[in-house]
């Protein structure tokens, strides 16, 4: 685990709260893919089966979903080992940079709209100045322009910063060596027999924000929705095993 946590990007930051003992891995993890709770886990046969259950708010009469976790461990585990080998980290980093290139391109045109707003916003502040203040009707009237100009202007400035707020960067070069040097390392690391459960449920905080659970139309797959720390997504479907 020391290797993986020197060649962590900085950016990355724990989700999920602390880790329980137990064998459920997204135990903190888990969100309902029906109400968008955060589901909690139970243990059947003596600890050995987790279940991710949603009661759906404490006013709910029946659970909004119970579903057995073993499966959906397994299922989630093998993507993470696929999608964090060296070329699925490369396919990520091309898609967060084409993210951030397009994030690029909006910010700029809403900056263009701001420069746009302070031009006319300045363009009539003189000529309100200029005005003769004896001419009162006029005055009044590029007075209220102006207004109308610097409400443009603030809401421009609003929706630039709003933008700026929500750009995720794409990795650096550092981050990019230190994400291809853990895709190397972690099937090796994960299947250790020195590495814990409690070890793989910090280890999956560290790249998922959550994971979203739900059974659509008549519960016979399991759909998943995997957040990724860096605003990625992927999704799994699988048929359900009951039983």
């Not at 391109?105 to 707003?117: F, S, V």
């Not at 659970?213 to 519960?219: Q, S, T």
Request: aromatic fraction near 4%; proline fraction near 3%; charged fraction near 35%.
């Amino acid at each position: 685990m020391e290797r993986l946590e020197a060649n962590r990007p900085q950016h990355l930051r724990q989700a999920g709260g602390a880790v329980r003992e137990g064998s459920a891995l997204l135990q903190g993890l888990a969100a309902c893919g029906r109400c968008g709770r955060r589901m909690y886990t139970q243990y059947r046969d003596g600890g050995s089966n987790p279940d991710y259950v949603c009661t759906g708010g404490s006013r709910a009469t029946r659970s909004c979903m119970c579903i057995a976790g073993t499966q959906i461990d397994r299922a989630l585990e093998r993507a993470v080992l696929e999608a964090l080998r060296p070329a699925g980290v490369e396919a990520a980093l091309q898609a967060a940079e084409q993210m951030e290139a397009g994030q690029d391109t909006a910010l700029e045109q809403l900056r263009l709209a701001e420069e746009r707003a302070a031009y006319e916003a300045s363009r009539a502040e003189r000529a309100y100045r200029a005005v003769d203040p004896e001419n009162r009707l006029v005055a009044r009237g590029l007075e209220r322009e102006w207004e109308r100009c610097l409400g443009n202007l603030e809401a421009a400035r609003e929706a630039v910063a709003a933008r700026e707020r929500t750009c995720r960067p794409a990795p650096s070069a550092a981050e990019r060596e230190a994400l291809l040097a853990l895709g190397e390392d972690l099937p090796r690391v994960w299947h250790a027999e020195t590495t814990t459960v409690r070890d793989r449920k910090e280890l999956l905080r560290e790249l998922l924000e959550e994971v979203v659970i739900d059974l659509p139309g008549d519960g016979e797959r399991i759909h998943l929705v995997l957040r990724w720390r860096g605003g990625l997504r992927s999704k799994l479907e699988f048929e359900r095993r009951r039983g």
